[in-house]
């Protein structure tokens, strides 16, 4: 079982920008893709971000398409999301996940391990 620890939230007005990590434990991080999830006050748990092994393959939920970029860097354990161009509904507790699997997915039931999230509040 993996451990993931993210770190990075705050609070920010709309427009700026933050850097999310999340740093991994064990000596096999470089094995298995990862993935970025959030989730706002009274909704569900949604995908944001996910990549591939080596980072070559990435997907986004079209709603952070061209704003978010999600990275990693397999010789620190950890990955990022880049978060630019903040808006207000992008207001949520973020979570990074190991995912089952070498390649990225959308769906959580793919992911084996979380973190206990941070919060990101973009105020307007």
């Known amino acids: 079982q993996v451990e993931l620890v993210e770190s990075g939230g705050g609070l920010v007005q709309a427009g700026s920008s933050l850097r999310l990590s999340c740093a991994a434990s064990?000596?096999?991080?470089?094995?298995?893709?990862m993935g970025w999830f959030r989730q706002a006050p009274g909704k569900e748990r949604e995908f944001v971000a996910g990549?591939?092994?080596?980072?070559?393959?990435?997907h986004y939920a079209d709603s952070v398409k061209g704003r978010f970029t999600i990275s990693r860097d397999n010789a620190k354990n950890t990955v990022y999301l880049q978060m630019n161009s903040l808006k207000p509904e992008d207001t949520a507790v973020y979570y990074c996940?190991?995912?089952?699997?070498?390649?990225?997915?959308?769906?959580?039931?793919?992911?084996?391990?979380w973190g206990q999230g941070t919060q990101v509040t973009v105020s307007s």
């Open positions: 990549l591939s092994w080596s980072g070559a393959t990435t």
């Open positions: 064990g000596r096999t991080f470089s094995s298995y893709g």
């Open positions: 996940a190991a995912a089952k699997g070498s390649h990225p997915s959308t769906f959580r039931s793919d992911f084996r391990s």
